[in-house]
């Protein structure tokens, strides 16, 4: 038995950014309702009008494109038969706990975003997978990319293993 994903550690920086682009419309939006309330239409509808086009424009250019990864992959995750190496450093099975191995996408499985109001067809990066354990009292969270189909089929297995082992 032997897995081996590339570890996945999100950039804040990326996240809070998109973050604050979503906040801005939403925001804007209701600035619009306000200005449309307060009888001030056409300056209410422009406003209402540009945002709902920005996030449709948006979401067309992403149109089923592969995801970008918001971060870095600083090391390997490698389970064997004798525990779960991170990068240089092994951790035992006999004296970790799992406590969540999951499983959810691949590098390049459709799936569906969203950007703002606009929902659209997109491409994974296949860095929503994790793994949560602890090790002498530290918790451990993990996020890790699989590559293709038959990575996440090898990495099922390995969690049926893993579950069974604890």
């Known amino acids: 038995m032997r897995f081996e994903a590339s570890v996945y550690r999100?950039?804040?920086r990326r996240k809070v950014i998109e973050e604050r682009?979503?906040?801005?419309?939403?925001?804007?939006?209701?600035?619009?309702?306000?200005?449309?309330?307060?009888?001030?239409?056409?300056l209410g509808f422009s406003i209402g009008v540009s945002v709902f086009a920005y996030y449709f424009i948006w979401a067309f250019i992403r149109?089923?494109?592969?995801?970008p990864a918001r971060g870095s992959f600083p090391f390997k995750m490698i389970i064997t038969e004798n525990g779960i190496?991170?990068?240089?450093?092994?951790y035992p099975f006999s004296e970790i706990s799992v406590l969540k191995?999951?499983?959810?996408?691949?590098?390049?499985?459709?799936?569906?975003?969203?950007?703002?109001?606009a929902k659209?067809?997109?491409k994974s990066n296949g860095t929503r997978n994790q793994l949560h354990f602890?090790?002498?009292?530290?918790l451990y969270k993990i996020r890790f990319r699989l590559d293709h189909k038959k990575h996440f089929c090898e990495a099922q297995n390995i969690r049926a293993v893993i579950t069974d082992y604890f």
Do not use: A, M
């Not at 619009?32 to 001030?40: C, P, R, Y």
């Open 85 to 90: 190496q991170l990068g240089q450093k092994l």
């Open 120 to 122: 659209y067809p997109t």
């Open 63 to 67: 149109w089923n494109k592969p995801e």
């Open 10 to 12: 999100e950039s804040h």
């Open 134 to 138: 602890t090790y002498q009292n530290s």
């Open 101 to 117: 191995f999951s499983i959810t996408d691949y590098k390049r499985q459709l799936r569906n975003e969203l950007i703002g109001f």
């Open 21 to 42: 682009n979503n906040l801005i419309g939403y925001i804007l939006i209701g600035v619009s309702i306000l200005l449309i309330l307060i009888d001030f239409h056409i």
